[in-house]
């Protein structure tokens, strides 16, 4: 059946991206963090990559289609689809619609058909989940990528005769739509219990970002997954991810020597 109300395209082509590799590319399938314009450095550990959250900054959330063809893209931000802010599977989600060799770079979470509000770090208790009443996912950024399914072939019959008596069934569209999952809030239980001080990302600032619905039907097998964890940087420390910075850690770093020549100040005038 081909859907016609879950996709979104974008009108906003993004300006061309980097071609320093990431940690979040997946076979040129690639998510980026964006802030202040520039890459949010990414740090593998433990089993992920993360970023470290700055609070009270704006962020931007670039995707990559490295194809020529279209693809759709399932994107969450605290365990919540971008679009609609609905928490579902990602073959469910709503999803985002790349052109061929399309970069576009998402700003926030879709309020309307022009206008979306900018994605925003801050902590747990000022979150856009903490308003929506669903913590358990924060601290999270994830993107989905699908190709477009193929259709079969259309065989075209010369005469009425050559045509199947239930050609007419075969023809009707599917009845069984894609059922949207159910609300996760009743399953989530101790584990929406969140520390108000950790990472979210917030809802922002008004921004203009035109999109509208198209027709796509996706294969429902995904060709890329792409995960990021964010942290403010003194949970990155308590995690490993970043090492530590206070003075005790850097005096128990310290050296006797080090392999250096002395300073010739005739010439640095020169």
Avoid: C, H
Avoid at 211 to 232: C, G, K, M, N, T
């Amino acid at each position: 059946m081909t859907r016609t109300t879950r996709f979104v395209s974008v009108f906003a082509l993004a300006a061309a991206a980097a071609s320093v590799a990431r940690a979040g590319d997946r076979d040129g399938f690639s998510m980026t963090v964006l802030v202040d314009g520039r890459a949010a450095p990414e740090y593998a550990a433990r089993g992920r990559i993360y970023i470290e959250a700055l609070k009270g900054k704006d962020f931007v959330i670039r995707l990559s289609n490295p194809t020529g063809e279209r693809v759709a893209v399932a994107l969450s931000v605290d365990g919540r689809n971008v679009v609609d802010a609905k928490r579902t599977t990602e073959l469910a989600a709503t999803k985002w619609i790349l052109g061929p060799w399309q970069t576009a770079d998402i700003p926030g979470w879709q309020v309307s058909g022009q206008t979306s509000r900018k994605f925003l770090f801050t902590d747990t208790a000022g979150s856009y989940a903490k308003w929506l009443g669903d913590t358990s996912n924060v601290g999270t950024i994830e993107a989905v990528f699908f190709r477009e399914k193929r259709r079969p072939p259309v065989t075209v019959y010369r005469d009425r005769e050559e045509q199947p008596q239930d050609s007419a069934a075969q023809s009707a569209p599917g009845a069984a739509g894609t059922a949207e999952a159910p609300r996760a809030e009743a399953r989530e239980g101790a584990r929406r219990q969140s520390s108000d001080k950790l990472a979210a990302t917030g809802i922002g600032d008004e921004t203009r970002f035109p999109v509208s619905w198209v027709e796509f039907e996706e294969d429902p097998a995904p060709v890329a997954r792409i995960a990021l964890r964010y942290e403010f940087r003194s949970e990155l420390v308590r995690l490993g991810v970043l090492p530590r910075e206070d003075d005790l850690y850097a005096r128990d770093r310290a050296r006797g020597f080090e392999p250096s020549y002395a300073p010739d100040p005739y010439r640095r005038q020169r």
